[in-house]
């Protein structure tokens, strides 16, 4: 069990560009879920998928983002056409959907809009 | 929404008890009590959770009253390490659904040396 993984760990980029972040969840862990994090907040729920079904989006979600998980393991959250308000923390976590169920976050991927 | 209220920050001494309180006032029948902290650029860690009965752990023990209104946190010996964001958390026990983790504000816990 190596724990969630995020990559890359910060981002950099450049008003209007498009960015892509990966997470890879803990093996055999079905759920993941994406948060944002802006300084001071706690998390604050993106999207949710069970398997390579996307089941919940936030209304945080605007139509620059997606996110996809398309073999059921890994996914991506992907924004375009970024602004400066879309800089924070982007969190990964995963669970399982039987027994254990706490959820198990990564490290995160902070974005700089600049 | 969040469901819980806890206190906004907290000091602690270094090697003392650190209890971290969370009102819970709403809960239903089926819905657990859940700790999560974050320690400063990290990702949020899981600490422990419990449904009514006290838990205790390697990290922590969970205190809930009678009436599942409020709980509290207890680092038992409290470290310079133990420093970070504590969040409370109301959710269902995810046997046959999901549920995902709202986090509200939290408690910033110091612990001073």
């Known amino acids: 069990d190596t724990g969630v993984s995020q990559d890359p760990r910060h981002k950099i980029t450049k008003r209007g560009q498009n960015v892509t972040f990966r997470c890879d969840p803990i093996s055999e862990h079905n759920r993941l879920y994406w948060y944002r994090q802006t300084l001071g907040q706690g998390p604050e729920f993106l999207t949710y998928?069970?398997?390579?079904?996307?089941?919940?989006k936030s209304r945080l979600l605007s139509d620059r983002f997606s996110a996809e998980r398309p073999k059921g393991s890994f996914s991506t959250l992907e924004i375009q056409r970024t602004e400066q308000g879309d800089s924070a923390m982007y969190l990964c976590?995963?669970?399982?959907?039987?027994?254990?169920?706490?959820?198990?976050f990564g490290q995160g991927t902070r974005l700089t809009v600049v | 929404d969040a469901k819980t209220t806890q206190p906004t920050s907290m000091d602690c001494a270094e090697g003392r008890a650190a209890n971290l309180p969370c009102n819970h006032s709403t809960i239903s029948g089926n819905e657990y009590v859940y700790w999560y902290r974050q320690i400063h650029s990290q990702g949020p860690q899981y600490i422990i959770h419990g449904l009514k009965n006290n838990e205790t752990n390697e990290m922590a023990s969970l205190i809930i009253t009678e009436d599942r209104k409020s709980s509290t946190l207890i680092l038992p010996h409290a470290t310079l390490r133990d420093t970070a964001v504590y969040y409370c958390?109301?959710?269902?026990?995810?046997?046959?659904?999901?549920?995902?983790?709202?986090f509200g504000p939290g408690t910033s816990l110091s612990v001073i040396p």
């Open positions: 998928f069970q398997n390579e079904a996307q089941l919940e």
């Open positions: 976590a995963s669970s399982r959907d039987v027994g254990n169920t706490e959820a198990f």
């Open positions: 958390i109301v959710r269902v026990g995810m046997k046959t659904s999901y549920d995902k983790v709202i």
